[in-house]
């Protein structure tokens, strides 16, 4: 969510982080809750485990700066975080938005940007589960009240919004039986981490409603919360 200036700064190796901010997809497990990127990117965080960067450019484009070590500045590999929640942009998303934010700490080599920084390595520092929808499409109080799964992924979601999230092609997310506190202490405990302070994302939710788009775009739609199960 939110998007970095091009334009990149000569990389440089820091021994002391960086805390930057993030925001993730949560996966429905057997076992813990594990983080998974939102928008680009592959593959779950996973908990007591540094993240390390690697190009995975096509090696077309590799070709143009040769082969190197994320992330570099002539590339646009790395580990990505925000400077602030003020970069995170409120456009309705296709899909999925994500329900949990926070901050992480970024190391080894950095390339700094106008919004943010890429690192060679992370790993979250605080972390919070926040209504899907009150973060990402329209305000709302943010606090979860319901959780609903869809293809392997959980969401948390507000009472206004309980109804549930609408995909482009119609399908829709389920309430299920997991309880919000009982999900983020479970997502708190399989990383080691600290709760984030609600005061520090309570802004996410009071921001205007995302644009309205045009109606041959996908884009997901929020079910009010006395629609029946179909």
Known sequence: M??????????????EPIVGWRAWN????????????AGSGTGAWQPRQALAAR??????????????????????????AARSLDTFERNRPAWPPPTVIGTIALWGRIVEHERGWRARYAYPSRLRLVCAV???????????AVMHGFAGRL????????????????RRTRATS??????????????????????????LFARPPSPAVAAYIPSIRIVPGDTPDR
Do not use: K
């Open 2 to 15: 939110g998007c970095m200036a091009d334009a990149s700064a000569p990389d440089a190796l820091l021994d």
């Open 26 to 37: 949560l996966s429905a497990t057997d076992g813990d809750p594990l983080l998974e990127p």
């Open 55 to 80: 190009c995975r450019a096509p090696a077309l484009l590799t070709g143009v700066v040769g082969r190197h070590d994320a992330p570099d500045a002539r590339c646009t590999c790395g580990i990505y």
């Open 134 to 144: 009150c973060a990402w499409v329209e305000p709302g109080s943010g606090v979860p």
């Open 155 to 170: 969401f948390a979601l507000c009472q206004e919004h309980r109804g549930g999230i609408e995909l482009p092609d119609g």
């Open 178 to 203: 997991n309880d919000p506190p009982a999900i983020q202490a479970r997502l708190l405990d399989a990383y080691a981490v600290d709760l984030l302070p609600t005061e520090a994302v309570d802004r």
